[in-house]
């Protein structure tokens, strides 16, 4: 794989939680990219959503813990730029049905050339030109 994978923030918070079919996936996907230096980015947006949802659930030390391991793994954090914020917005007309901060990872991953997401969630198959690795058949490759 030489193009880099965007790596969505639940394969960290899978990898991190408790017991799921998703759990053991992720874990073996993340040292896949560890070890094997898989070129791999995410961006603000997914530092952001990991500390929202921990901190949410009153876990101050999870979310600290989850977002440091996964910028250790995946170094490279693109920021959210405006021009990111307005290619959401012109996306939104034909993705309503995806959640605002996925439309912000898409418009991150078309402004900078990337076409590989790495996610558990299945509505990323419905953008075109947007290949979804599941974290199951990730660690396959």
């Known amino acids: 794989m030489t193009n880099p994978v965007f790596v ?3 394969i960290p918070m899978y990898a991190h939680g408790s017991d799921h079919p998703y ?3 992720c874990q ?3 040292k896949k990219i560890a070890y094997e230096n898989i070129p791999a980015i995410i961006s603000s947006e997914i530092i ?14 999870q979310a600290l813990q989850v977002a440091r391991d996964v910028m ?4 490279e954090v693109l920021p959210v730029t405006e021009n ?3 290619r959401a917005l012109t996306l939104i ?12 990872h898409v418009a991150v991953m078309v402004e900078n050339g990337i076409s590989i997401i790495l996610s558990a969630d299945t509505h990323f198959d ?7 690795i599941d974290p199951q058949n990730f660690i396959k490759i």
């Open 28 to 30: 073996e996907a993340l």
């Open 93 to 104: 007309s034909e993705y309503s049905s995806l959640k605002a901060r996925d439309l912000i």
């Open 48 to 61: 952001q959503e990991i500390i929202y949802r921990y901190l949410s659930l009153k876990r101050p030390e």
């Open 72 to 75: 250790t793994i995946i170094p």
């Open 8 to 10: 969505d923030s639940n």
């Open 23 to 25: 759990k053991i996936p």
């Open 126 to 132: 419905q953008v075109r030109g947007l290949d979804r």
């Open 84 to 86: 990111d914020v307005r």
